[in-house]
């Protein structure tokens, strides 16, 4: 009989055993799992990071596309205009007394430093509309301006050069602005 009960306790005892190797494996395979879960969500994050780089990286890559294209659009073919910003580098190109024969040469030679072409400038004969624009432009601000002053002062200047007769006319506010009409 106590070799029947040592076998059951030697049983058990092995039963035991292997239940807590067992546990043990079952805790050792939980802690992996864990661990697995763990790279997965750390991979998941470098994903979504990944994916956020890409797509920086991509708006990236179109902005310079852009900035590298190497015409410059000078005209839209849409409105058949020049665009504004043409406009408003001639305006200033006049300001600064470039003939109207040399504003296209002078736009196309400072595009030239940038690496840069139009697409398409403006003839002499534009160039001098435009003028003619800028001079209805600033017109039109003059009478803007005036037309909501009360106390005014025409003023005007006359001058030999040459022997011919200039006329300058003039109007100040009650600010102090000095405003030149015209030379006749």
Known sequence: MRSKLSYEVASKVSQSNRLKAKSEEVESLRYEIDQKKLDIDIQMLHAQEL????????????????IADINVVTFDEESQRYTSDLQQCEYELLNHNVSFGNISPVIESVLSLAKRKPN???????????????????????????TSETNLCLLSDETNKFGTKYEGMHVTDSSG????????
Do not use: C
Request: without cysteine.
């Open 177 to 184: 602005n000095y405003w030149v009409l015209g030379i006749r």
């Open 51 to 66: 994916e956020v780089q890409v797509r920086d990286d991509l708006q990236e890559n179109d902005w310079l596309r852009e």
């Open 120 to 146: 398409k400038l403006p003839s002499k004969s534009t160039i001098n509309n435009m003028n003619i624009q800028r001079l209805a432009l600033s017109q039109k601000h003059i009478a803007d301006q005036l």
